[in-house]
C-alpha cells in the first residue's frame, strides 16, 4: 500500500512550480544587472573600465585611477570582452598603464573587422610624438608626468624639419598648433594652468616603444632630406606618416570635456 500523505508546505521546493514568477531577488547574482533588460556579466566598476579602454587611448592610474584598478581586478573579464571585439588588451604593471590593440590574424587569407579608427598622424604630429618620447627618455625624473614642455620649445623643434627653403612660417605653426590639440585629446600632452606649458604622459613609453621610437626618427630625417633635395622650392609634401597610426577608437573632437589641467 502506498503513502498518499500530502508532503508538508515547507517541504516543497518553490522552484518546481512551473505558475512561480522569479523575483529580482532569485536572479543570478552574477548578472551584475544595472538598468531593466540588462544581461551584463561586468560589474560597474568593469564597465565604466572597459568603456575607457575603447573610448580612450589608454588608461593609467594617474588619468583614470578607478578605472586602473578596476583593470587590475577584472583584467581577464576586459581581455575577454576586448577579444570579442577583436581587440587584445595590454598591461604594463610597472609603468601602470592598459591600452588596446586591434587583434592581427596570423593568416593573410582572414582580417578582422575594427571598431578603431586607423588615421595616420600627419608628419607634424609625428615629429612632436618622436620628440615627446625622446624628452621622456633623456630627462625622466621620478613620479610620471614629470616632463614639462614649452610650446615655444615644440615649433623649434619642428622647424628643424622643414626645408630650408620654406617660408610660409604661418602655415607651418598652424600645423604644428593642430599637432599640439591632437596630442592633448589623446592624452599624450596634458594641459597645465599655463597653456603654453604641458606635462608629457609618461604613458608615451609604452605607445611608443625604443625601437619604433629610432625607426620613426630614422624616418623623418630620410625624408627631411629627400625633401630638401626634390621637394619644388624646398617646400615639404603635405602627405600624411603611413607608418605611425593613431590607432584610436574615437573622434579626437569629442573628449575635450574630459581633458586634464594641472597646475
Known amino acids: 500500500m502506498s503513502d498518499t500523505t500530502p508532503a508538508e508546505v515547507d517541504?516543497?521546493?518553490p522552484f518546481?512550480?512551473?505558475?512561480?514568477?522569479?523575483?529580482?531577488?532569485?536572479?543570478?547574482?552574477?548578472?551584475?544587472a544595472l538598468f531593466e533588460g540588462d544581461e551584463g556579466r561586468?560589474?560597474?566598476?568593469?564597465?565604466?573600465?572597459l568603456v575607457a579602454l575603447l573610448r580612450y587611448s589608454y588608461v593609467s592610474s594617474r588619468s583614470h585611477a578607478d578605472e586602473w584598478r578596476a583593470v587590475l581586478d577584472g583584467e581577464y573579464q576586459l581581455r575577454s570582452r576586448l577579444n570579442d571585439l577583436f581587440l587584445e588588451l595590454h598591461v604594463d604593471r610597472d609603468r601602470e598603464v592598459a591600452w588596446k590593440r586591434q587583434a592581427r590574424s596570423?593568416?593573410?587569407?582572414r582580417t578582422f573587422p575594427t571598431?578603431?579608427?586607423d588615421v595616420p598622424y600627419t608628419r607634424e604630429e609625428t615629429i612632436v610624438l618622436v620628440?615627446?618620447?625622446?624628452?621622456?627618455?633623456a630627462d625622466a625624473r621620478p613620479g610620471p608626468d614629470q616632463v614639462v614642455v614649452d610650446r615655444s620649445e615644440i615649433l623649434g623643434h619642428v622647424a628643424g624639419f622643414r626645408p630650408a627653403t620654406?617660408?610660409?612660417?604661418?602655415r607651418d605653426e598652424g600645423r604644428v598648433a593642430k599637432a599640439i590639440e591632437r596630442l592633448v585629446t589623446a592624452r599624450i600632452l596634458i594641459r597645465?594652468?599655463?597653456?603654453?606649458?604641458?606635462?608629457?604622459a609618461s604613458a608615451v613609453e609604452v605607445l611608443l616603444p625604443l625601437d619604433r621610437l629610432l625607426e620613426l626618427d630614422a624616418w623623418l630625417r630620410t625624408t627631411t632630406a629627400n625633401e630638401d633635395a626634390t621637394a619644388p622650392g624646398g617646400e615639404a609634401t603635405d602627405g600624411d606618416d603611413p607608418r605611425l597610426p593613431a590607432d584610436d577608437a574615437t573622434d579626437p573632437g569629442t573628449d575635450t570635456d574630459d581633458d586634464e589641467t594641472e597646475a
Open 11 to 13: 517541504e516543497i521546493d
Open 106 to 109: 596570423e593568416s593573410q587569407r
Open 131 to 137: 620628440y615627446l618620447r625622446m624628452r621622456l627618455r
Open 42 to 49: 561586468l560589474d560597474e566598476h568593469q564597465r565604466r573600465a
Open 16 to 32: 518546481d512550480d512551473p505558475t512561480r514568477v522569479i523575483e529580482d531577488d532569485d536572479r543570478d547574482e552574477s548578472s551584475f
Open 192 to 200: 597645465t594652468s599655463d597653456p603654453d606649458r604641458f606635462r608629457v
Open 166 to 170: 620654406a617660408t610660409d612660417r604661418t
Open 115 to 117: 571598431l578603431l579608427r
